[in-house]
């Protein structure tokens, strides 16, 4: 599923950046030397620990480096293992036979609720709550517990707040990039009376729809509203569906917005979508993640020059940042385990990983200038600067059937209604009817 490929693309974003010359002269610091330096007690000297993620390539050695600074500081033994695309297939069977690993990182916090309401993993230590108090605001803790208790912390992020452009559509057009809903509106109608279509949309991928709603919906219902919708204490009937939808239906409706108009927008999937406005210049606007950067120069677009973003315009009174990303949880009940997840929740751990390529930190005591290119740097800032606001994927928070399965739930509806946007009461009714059966 694209939510589990997510990260790994973005492993090539930093690398991207600087195969466009965006990124700084200056050579990437080891691990241990971006280590703050030990006081010399190796307080875990001969402790063996495993820790399963699903990174393999770059990403896998760019968090081994961060685990060899936690083995710097500790004396731990550290072993990676690689669960692949799949971490349930993965730890399953492990789980079952008794031997998991100490330490998970697991790419959906609905994993987190499936392990605990296992018994498969460990409440975190009093020390571990600690560091997860001092550097994450409240609502990621929340996503990390589970009846109260605190199994997991969000190490690792990505941003799906964006907005990609080609810059040559703009100065084509005279525009400039937008700051807010009706002036992308605008400027979308500008770009299309100029002669190119403004968006590509990935109509044959849904969870992009899904990505989409999300951003508009937590712009103009807030954030309380979006954690309501996203537990189902709402329903999608509700009025804060509506505008959202409607704001949706102002980009979707107009056959000159879309390149290839809505029968090749419905074939279109990702990452076809970013060809159309990069490689093939058909388009001016993709609406997606951080990792249509590695997309985008794949399509032969210079990072910064040709292929650039703006932050998803607020809709309403909060500026959206919406997040994926990756939680690490103890699988066993022993000091190094909960060291370790404590290591990788502070801002020495995260600090470390920043300097590595391909990493955004959900710590907001992780400062932006730790990051080696400045687009990350731009990323990191938005994190940081949205505060309380910031929330994670909500399709990735839902049962499966409804915000994570090709062709059903959420992933259907919203692809009929990008297909047919005139009745959003009837694509509310659907949503609530696939909600409904998702959420016994």
């Known amino acids: 599923m694209r939510k589990g490929r997510a990260a790994a693309i973005l492993a090539g974003l930093a690398v991207a950046v600087a195969a466009c010359g965006n990124a700084p002269t200056t050579t990437e610091p080891t691990a241990s030397e971006s280590a703050p330096a030990s006081d010399g007690a190796k307080t875990l000297q001969g402790v063996k620990l495993e820790v399963a993620a699903k990174w393999t390539g770059a990403e896998q050695k760019n968090f081994e480096q961060v685990l060899k600074a936690f083995s ?56 571990v709550v600690k560091e997860i108090d001092a550097n994450y605001t409240p609502y990621w803790k929340e996503l990390g517990s589970v009846d109260g208790k605190v199994y997991g912390v ?8 964006l907005v990609w452009y080609r810059s040559q559509a703009f100065e084509d057009a005279g525009v400039q990039p937008p700051t807010n809903w009706d002036e992308m509106v605008k400027a979308a109608q500008t770009i299309a009376d100029s002669g190119t279509p403004p968006f590509s949309f990935c109509g044959a991928s849904g ?15 807030g954030p309380e509203n979006y ?53 093939t210049d058909k388009a001016a606007m993709v609406i997606e993640a951080d990792f249509v950067a590695v997309e985008a120069d794949q399509s032969g677009a210079k990072l910064g020059e040709e292929a650039k973003y703006f932050p998803f315009p607020s809709a309403g009174d909060t500026a959206p940042v919406v997040l994926g990303g990756d939680v690490a949880v103890a699988m066993k009940d022993n000091p190094g385990a909960m ?6 929740a502070s801002k020495e751990g995260g600090e470390v990983w920043a300097k590595l390529p ?21 990323l990191g800032q938005t994190i940081v600067s949205a505060g309380d606001a910031v929330r994670y994927d909500m399709s990735d ?24 946007p005139s009745d959003v009461k009837g694509t509310q009714e659907a949503l609530e009817a696939e909600a409904k059966k998702a959420w016994k």
Not at 79 to 108: C, F, H, K, M, N
């Open 154 to 161: 969000l190490v690792k992020a990505a941003h799906k707040s």
């Open 227 to 279: 954690d309501k919708l996203s537990k189902h204490e709402i329903p999608w009937t509700d009025d804060t569906v509506k505008v959202a939808l409607e704001k949706i239906q102002q980009i979707v409706s107009k056959s000159e917005f879309l390149v290839d108009g809505t029968s090749g927008t419905m074939q279109t999937d990702f990452p076809t979508c970013v060809s159309k406005v990069y490689g």
């Open 339 to 344: 060291a370790l997840v404590q290591f990788l």
């Open 358 to 378: 391909g990493y955004l930190s959900p710590n907001k005591n992780v400062s932006p200038d730790n990051y080696p290119d400045p687009l990350t740097k731009q």
């Open 397 to 420: 928070l839902a049962p499966s059937a409804f915000g994570g399965t090709d062709g059903k739930g959420e992933w259907k509806v919203l692809q009929d209604f990008l297909r047919d």
């Open 207 to 221: 969870w992009t729809l899904t990505d989409l709603f999300e951003n508009v919906y937590l712009s103009t219902a």
């Open 72 to 127: 710097d500081k500790t004396g731990a033994e550290v072993t990676y293992a690689s669960t692949g695309e799949d971490t349930g297939a993965y730890l399953g069977p492990r789980i079952q036979g008794g031997s998991p690993p100490d330490v998970a990182i697991l790419p959906q916090p609905g994993l987190v609720q499936q392990y605990a309401e296992q018994n498969a993993l460990k409440p975190l230590t009093d020390d």
